[in-house]
């Protein structure tokens, strides 16, 4: 089944306890992204990659990093979390540009 | 930067009537998408825009693109209960490698 995984779906942590959110798609996509929603502000993109081992920053790309080691995966470290963080997360990969995008089932980070 | 709103954020209908939801966008681009996210889950796409005139329709749900308006439209026809959810716009950046999204509409039909 053609998909998008994220791991863990639900994090609490602490502030400055460094931690990965995996996302993996089996679709070949060359392009994926990482956003994160909010109330009242919709999704807003954080970082995305076009091909392993480019990358670039979205909207709200503080705090945040990434890489794209192998087309499949595309990680996202919050290297000391804060709890302006905590958040939904959703991973998502596309084909091509300007193709429909897939989402992952989301990740709920909360830091305490 | 590329701007996009949505209107009305809250919608609140009965069952059986229509209404539409309006996305604006504020720069050019020719490629919009509908998505819709229940309560908890993830995002589905509902449909894909990809020239000025293109009208797509799924079941109750009819969307256009006016690319000259920059405006989009979300037709909702004889609502039913299972159309609750939160429906986003999202518009293509030139480069094709950033989706913007509007806040989002929450609706809310009821028997």
């Known amino acids: 089944e053609a998909q998008v995984t994220q791991n863990p779906r639900y994090l609490i942590t602490v502030t400055g306890k460094k931690l990965t959110v995996t996302c993996s798609q089996n679709?070949?996509?060359?392009?994926m992204s990482w956003y994160r929603q909010d109330p009242g502000l919709g999704l807003r993109q954080i970082y995305y990659?076009?091909?392993?081992?480019?990358?670039d920053k979205g909207d709200v790309p503080e705090g945040y990093k990434v890489s794209r080691k192998e087309k499949r995966n595309f990680p996202l470290i919050l290297e000391s979390p804060s709890p302006n963080q905590t958040s939904l997360y959703f991973c998502?990969?596309?084909?091509?540009?300007?193709?429909?995008?897939?989402f992952g089932p989301g990740t709920r980070l909360t830091v305490l | 930067e590329l701007k996009v709103e949505q209107n009305p954020l809250f919608l609140s209908m009965q069952e059986g009537k229509n209404y539409t939801i309006y996305c604006n966008y504020s720069?050019?681009?020719?490629?919009l998408y509908w998505y819709r996210q229940d309560p908890g889950k993830s995002l589905e796409s509902l449909f894909v825009?990809?020239?000025?005139?293109a009208v797509k329709q799924e079941g109750r749900l009819m969307a256009s693109l006016d690319t000259k308006a920059r405006l989009s439209t979300l037709h909702i026809t004889a609502a039913v209960h299972d159309l609750s959810a939160t429906y986003f716009c999202?518009?293509?950046?030139?480069?094709?490698?950033?989706?913007?999204f509007g806040e989002g509409t929450q609706l809310t039909v009821n028997p």
């Open positions: 998502a990969s596309r084909g091509f540009p300007h193709a429909e995008q897939f």
């Open positions: 679709m070949n996509h060359e392009y």
């Open positions: 990659s076009m091909n392993v081992e480019v990358t």
């Open positions: 720069t050019t681009s020719d490629r």
């Open positions: 825009l990809l020239s000025n005139g």
């Open positions: 999202a518009v293509d950046g030139t480069s094709g490698s950033r989706l913007t």
